[in-house]
């Protein structure tokens, strides 16, 4: 049976990456699960712009930290949609705290959500699309320092680095089901993360980054969106550098290189 995609649920999809890959789903025409933390009026206007694509939209609450809670609420939201083809863990949290100043408390804080939380939603969405028995597609957004570390980010470093391990080992256990698992790794991106919302990154210089500048959420959409379509049937198990090149530069390369000179 051909996989066509119709429902879809983007963690974090009140701004930023999630957003944009949100709408960009709903482009694609699937109906789409929308998840907040602590932004319900972003959560709703995502809603909108889906909705003006002619899909369905349905929001809920979702702190990935609760895990008692979170498989419940990815099921909830697709028994409101009908159905879950294409699940995208998107919701994360960034730290900047060196080692040995990092308390338990907040390595624990980090790890729960860009780890622990994605474990417990890409568990619960895999069951659902087993049960289904149709196929399907998961996408964990991670970072590029999923394969490069960078000071002052032990706790979100091991939990990126963590969370590509679960994808390769999700990507061979669920083929047999016809679902694909796969990361999208982005570098630096004009996101509420990085205090660069609604900025348009192309008028920005990054002489650290090949292409010269930071990267926009569509574009990093653009990749989830093809990983979730049919077209990518064949992709499993991969991680899908956005970067613009920042990862060929050494781990960290993007902003502490503050001048062209390397280029010659």
């Known amino acids: 049976m051909a996989f066509t995609p119709r429902f879809a649920i983007v963690t974090g999809s009140d701004s930023g990456i999630g957003k944009a890959t949100a709408v960009a789903l709903a482009q694609q025409g699937m109906d789409i699960g929308i998840t907040w933390l602590d932004d319900e009026a972003g959560a709703e206007a995502t809603a909108s712009e889906v909705r003006a694509q002619g899909r369905n939209a349905v929001v809920a609450q979702l702190d990935v930290r609760r895990l008692d809670r ?3 609420i990815v099921s909830d939201l697709a028994g409101r949609l009908g159905g879950l083809d294409v699940f995208v863990n998107n919701a994360g949290a960034g730290d900047n705290v060196p080692l040995l100043e990092l308390s338990l408390d ?5 790890v729960a959500t860009d780890l622990d939380g994605a474990f417990v939603g890409i ?6 699309m087993v049960d289904a028995g149709n196929g399907g597609r998961i996408v964990a ?3 590029v320092h999923e394969h490069a570390p960078r000071v002052g980010q032990s706790a979100y470093n091991a939990a990126k680095h963590g969370l590509g391990g679960l994808v ?3 990507a061979i256990e669920l083929a047999r089901y016809g679902i694909t698992v796969n990361a999208v790794a982005p570098g630096e991106i004009a996101t509420p993360m990085t205090d660069q919302e609604d900025e ?6 990054r002489p650290g980054i090949p292409l010269g500048r930071p990267g926009d959420a569509r574009e990093v959409a653009a990749v989830i969106a093809f990983l979730a ?3 990518s049937a064949y992709v499993t198990g991969a991680s899908w550098a956005v970067d613009g090149g920042m990862l060929q530069m050494g781990p960290h390369g993007g902003s502490h290189i503050t001048s062209d000179d390397w280029r010659g």
């Open 200 to 205: 348009d990154p192309h008028g920005a210089e």
């Open 70 to 72: 979170v498989g419940d």
């Open 106 to 110: 907040g390595w624990r804080d980090t």
């Open 229 to 231: 379509s049919p077209a």
């Open 141 to 143: 957004v991670t970072s």
């Open 168 to 170: 390769k080992t999700a």
């Open 123 to 128: 568990q619960r969405a895999a069951q659902i």
